[in-house]
C-alpha cells in the first residue's frame, strides 16, 4: 500500500535472526573454574530455577542480566543441549550479542537492562519481533522524513485516525534568553532557541532509544546527541544543542565572511565561503547553518548547560554545502529537500521534555528570531482537468472526499477547488501535483488501462541524413562495447585531456570531484579503460555518444538545438578509445598492438561512403605526431590519435590507447544515391610509380589527382610507399593504380596511354615528381 501511495518499500526485514528458548538470566555467582584459567562457573537465576553455567565472557559479574539460552533453545548458529565444559556440567548458555544474531559484537556478554525480570522472554523484552521497513523516498516527499510524516501518510491511505501524542510545552524555570540575530532572513526566516541549565550530560541514553535510534542507522553518542537525533527522527525537525558557556553574546544566523574557518564536529576543518550560512556569535563561528555544528561548541560530558536550537533554512541555502565540504549530514539531507516551518517551536518543546526526563536542569522560555516564512499559495484544482489527466471521471463529490483524506485545506466552487498547501508539503505548488495527489490516493491500480486509439502512419526516412543509432550500430559491428558516463567529470580530466583551465563550472555538483560539466569525452573514456583494466580485461574497445559542453563562441546559429542555452553550445559527439590487442587472441593472427591505422580504419567505416581528409594535428591529449585532424567537405569534424605519453604515465596505463572524436552533425550527413551506368567493357589497369619530395602529403596528391583526372578515369588509388635504396635521400616512391573505363565501348592501348601520360604530367606540374626508371 505505502508503495502504490508513493512511498517506494525497499524492503521489510526482522530486526533479529528467528530464535528461541531465550530468557533474561540474572547472575547470582561468578566463581573460577577448577580446570580453566579463562572460563568461569556462574549460577544464573532465570525466574524461579538457578541453572549452573560454564562461561568464557570477560564481562561477567555477580549481580548483572545477560540473555541465557535454556536447554534445546535453537540460536542462528546452533542448538543448546547439556554438555560437559572441561568437565563440569553447563546447563546453557550465556549469549553475546552475536550469538543471537544481534550484531558482530562478541567482546563480552550482551547487558540487559536492570529492570527486566528474570525468565522473561528476551524477544519480548528487547521487542526483537519488531520489523525493519525501509523506505526508498523520492526527493520531493521531504514530509515523510519523520516517523509522524509516515504515520501521517499511512492514515490517509488507510482512513485510519491519525493520533498524534501532544506535546507539553516546559514551563519556564529560568528568566534567561539568549538574544538572536538574523543578518539574512532569506535564507534563515525562522531561528528558535532555548538555555537549559543543570543538565546532566553524562545520564544513560534510555535502552529504548538506543534500541529505535540503532535501527533506524543512528549509533547512541551522548544522551542530549541522542535525543536532539530522537525528536529529528519522530518530528523531521533537525535540532542542535550548544554547550551554552562557549556562546560569547547572542547568536547571528550570517552568511560566512571570506577567509573564515570553522572545526566541524567531525574533526574536519573547512575554509568557508560567502554562499556559506553560518550560526556564530560576535566573536566567532559556532556551525555550519543546517549541516553540522562546530567543534568548539559541542556539548561534551562536562557541559551543565545547554542553547538548543531549532531552525527553518530555505533549502536553496543548504542545498550541496554538505556535498561541497565532503559531509554527509541527515540535517542537511532533511532541510534541502524542505523542512516543515510550522514544527519548529514544537521540536525545542519535545527535546526539552525528554532531556528533563533524561539529563534533568531547568528551562528559560523559548527566544525566536522570525521573519517572512514561505507563503503556501492556494492551488486551483479543477475536476474536469483531473478527469482528464488520470482517465476516470471523478465527481465533485469524490475529489472533496479525497481531498479530506489528504488532510488539505480547500473551498469548492462548480467542478473546481481551491487548495491551500499545508506547511510541511512544499511539493504541491501547481495543478499537476493536485492530481497526482486525487490520482494515488484513488489507487493507480483502479485507474483501467486502456489502449490509446490514434492514426498511425510512416515516417519518411530521409536518404541523406544517417540516424545516430546506425552510427552505433556500425561501431557494435566493429567490436566497439557503448558506454554511458555522466556529462559532469573531474576539472583535473579536462586540464590534462583538453587544456580546459576554465570548464564550465557546476553549481550543486552531486560529488566534490564531478564539478565541472565535460567539453571532450576523452576523460570520461580513458576512465572506462582504467576500470577495465582494474578488473584483468586486456582489450578494450568502447565509444560513447553524448553532448559536450563549450561556452559559445558567439557565431553558432541560434535555432541550433545544439545551442540550448544563451551562452553555451552542446554539441553532439561520438568518440572511440581501443586499447590492447588489434584482434582477439586466435592462432591464425600475430599478436599486435593496435595502432593509430587501426582506429583510421574504424573512423573511415564511419565516414564511408564519403572520403575524409586526414591531416597533423596538435592536441594537449594526444601524441605530438601520431593526431591527425579530420575533415569533410573542407570542415573540421573530429580528431584521432594515441594518448599523450604524459597522460599515459600519469593515468597509470601500459600502453597508450587510440581514442578519436566525431562531431555527429558532421557524420550523419551523406550524399544522396545516384544513378551510374555500369560499363560492360573490360576495365584498363595500369600501375604508375613516381618519386615526391619527403615532405609532400599523400592525401593532397590524391586530392589533385581526384579534381584534374582525365574522364576515362574512374578510380585512382596509393598501393605501395616505398623509402630506401634506389630512392634518392629525401625523396619517397609512391605507387598508384589506375582504373580506367569507358561505358560505350573497349579502351585502346593508346587512349590508356594518353591518360596515363597526362596524369604523369600532372604529377610533374603540380608537385615535381618524377618517373621512377
Known amino acids: 500500500m505505502l508503495t502504490m501511495g508513493g512511498l517506494d518499500v525497499e524492503s521489510v526485514e526482522p530486526v533479529a535472526p528467528p530464535f528461541d528458548k531465550v530468557v533474561v538470566g540474572l547472575v547470582l555467582e561468578v566463581a573460577k573454574h577448577p580446570n580453566a584459567d579463562r572460563l568461569t562457573l556462574c549460577k544464573v537465576d532465570v525466574g524461579g530455577s538457578t541453572l549452573a553455567i560454564v562461561c568464557g565472557a570477560p564481562n561477567v559479574v555477580a549481580g548483572m ?17 547439556q554438555t560437559k565444559v572441561r568437565g563440569v556440567e553447563s546447563s546453557g548458555m550465556l549469549c553475546s550479542a552475536k550469538e543471537l544474531g544481534l550484531s558482530q559484537d562478541h567482546s563480552g556478554l550482551l547487558a540487559l537492562p536492570a529492570e527486566a525480570l528474570p525468565g522473561a522472554d528476551l524477544r519480548r523484552v528487547l521487542d526483537l519481533d519488531d520489523q525493519l521497513i525501509t523506505l526508498k523516498l523520492t526527493p520531493n516527499r521531504g514530509d515523510c522524513l519523520s516517523l509522524r510524516g509516515i504515520a501521517r501518510e499511512v492514515s490517509i491511505l488507510t482512513g485510519a485516525p491519525l493520533a498524534v501524542p501532544a506535546v507539553v510545552p516546559a514551563k519556564a524555570a529560568l528568566d534567561e534568553k539568549r538574544k538572536i540575530l538574523l543578518q539574512d532572513t532569506a535564507a534563515c526566516p525562522r531561528y528558535c532557541g532555548r538555555i537549559i541549565r543543570g543538565v546532566n ?25 541522542d535525543i536532539t537525533n530522537f525528536v529529528m527522527l519522530e518530528l523531521g525537525q533537525p535540532l542542535h544543542a550548544f554547550d551554552n558557556r562557549a556562546i560569547e553574546g547572542e547568536v547571528i544566523v550570517r552568511r560566512a565572511r571570506e577567509g573564515e574557518r570553522l572545526r566541524l564536529l567531525n574533526g574536519q576543518e573547512v575554509k568557508l565561503a560567502p554562499d556559506v550560512l553560518l550560526i556564530a556569535d560576535v566573536k566567532k563561528p559556532l556551525a555550519l547553518g543546517g549541516v553540522m555544528g562546530g567543534e568548539a561548541s559541542a556539548v561534551s560530558g562536562s557541559t551543565t548547560e545547554l542553547f538548543l536550537e531549532a531552525a527553518w533554512f530555505d533549502p536553496s541555502a ?22 516543515d516551518f510550522a514544527s519548529t517551536a514544537e521540536a525545542i518543546e519535545r527535546a526539552t521534555q525528554l532531556i528533563f526526563d533524561v539529563c534533568g536542569g531547568a528551562a528559560g522560555p523559548i527566544s525566536e528570531a522570525a521573519a517572512t516564512l514561505p507563503q503556501r499559495k492556494p492551488v486551483r484544482l479543477r475536476s474536469g482537468r483531473a478527469s482528464k489527466i488520470i482517465g476516470v471521471q471523478f465527481s465533485d463529490e469524490q475529489i472533496a472526499g479525497l481531498l479530506k483524506r489528504l488532510q488539505l485545506p480547500h473551498a469548492r466552487s462548480a467542478g473546481e477547488f481551491t487548495v491551500t498547501p499545508p506547511s510541511y508539503r512544499f511539493d504541491l505548488e501547481i495543478e499537476e501535483d493536485m492530481v497526482e495527489e486525487i490520482a494515488r490516493l484513488h489507487g493507480y491500480d483502479n485507474i483501467p488501462s486502456r489502449p490509446p486509439q490514434a492514426a498511425l502512419s510512416m515516417l519518411a526516412a530521409p536518404e541523406g541524413r544517417r540516424t545516430l543509432s546506425e552510427l552505433k550500430r556500425i561501431l557494435v559491428d566493429r567490436e566497439y562495447f557503448e558506454v554511458v558516463n555522466f556529462s559532469f567529470v573531474d576539472a583535473q580530466w579536462e586540464r590534462d585531456f583538453c587544456g580546459n583551465a576554465e570548464p564550465i563550472g557546476l553549481e550543486n555538483p552531486i560529488a566534490a570531484q564531478l564539478d565541472v560539466m565535460r567539453s571532450s569525452l576523452m576523460g570520461s573514456l580513458v576512465a572506462n579503460l582504467r576500470f577495465n583494466l582494474a578488473r584483468k580485461l586486456g582489450r578494450v574497445r568502447v565509444f560513447e555518444a553524448a553532448r559536450c559542453f563549450l561556452r559559445s563562441s558567439g557565431g553558432e546559429d541560434p535555432s541550433d538545438p545544439a545551442r540550448a542555452l544563451a551562452g553555451y553550445h552542446q554539441p553532439l559527439r561520438i568518440g572511440g578509445l581501443a586499447y590492447g590487442p588489434a584482434a582477439a587472441e586466435q592462432w591464425g593472427v600475430p599478436v599486435r598492438p593496435v595502432d593509430f591505422y587501426d582506429a583510421k580504419g574504424d573512423v573511415e567505416a564511419l565516414l564511408a561512403p564519403r572520403q575524409a581528409r586526414f591531416a597533423p594535428f596538435a592536441h594537449p591529449g594526444l601524441h605530438p605526431g601520431r593526431a591527425a585532424s579530420i575533415s569533410l567537405g573542407g570542415a573540421a569534424i573530429g580528431w584521432l590519435g594515441e594518448l599523450h605519453p604524459r597522460w599515459q604515465q600519469k593515468y597509470d596505463l601500459p600502453q597508450a590507447p587510440v581514442l578519436f572524436e566525431l562531431d555527429v552533425a558532421g557524420l550523419a550527413a551523406v550524399d544522396m544515391p545516384q544513378y551510374r551506368e555500369i560499363s560492360k567493357f573490360p576495365p584498363v589497369i595500369r600501375d604508375r610509380s613516381m618519386e615526391f619530395d619527403e615532405g609532400i602529403p599523400v592525401s593532397g596528391i590524391l586530392e589533385e589527382l581526384a579534381r584534374n583526372r582525365p574522364p576515362l578515369v574512374q578510380d585512382i588509388r596509393l598501393f605501395d610507399f616505398y623509402r630506401g635504396e634506389g630512392v634518392h635521400r629525401g625523396k619517397k616512391s609512391l605507387a598508384f593504380r589506375v582504373v580506367m573505363q569507358d561505358t560505350a565501348r573497349t579502351l585502346t592501348d ?24
Open 65 to 81: 542480566k545477560a540473555p541465557v539460552a535454556m536447554l534445546g533453545a535453537r540460536l542462528p548458529e546452533m542448538e543448546i543441549k
Open 201 to 225: 550530560a553524562k545520564a544513560r541514553t534510555p535502552d529504548w532509544m538506543v534500541r529505535r535510534l540503532e535501527r533506524c542507522g543512528l549509533r547512541s553518542i551522548s544522551a542530549i546527541v
Open 318 to 339: 543548504v542545498a550541496g554545502r554538505a556535498r561541497r565540504f565532503a559531509l554527509s549530514s541527515d540535517a542537511a539531507f532533511r532541510f534541502e529537500r524542505g523542512v
Open 750 to 773: 593508346a587512349e590508356a596511354d594518353a591518360a596515363m601520360a597526362q596524369l604523369t604530367e600532372l604529377l610533374a606540374a603540380k608537385f615535381g615528381a618524377k618517373l621512377r626508371t
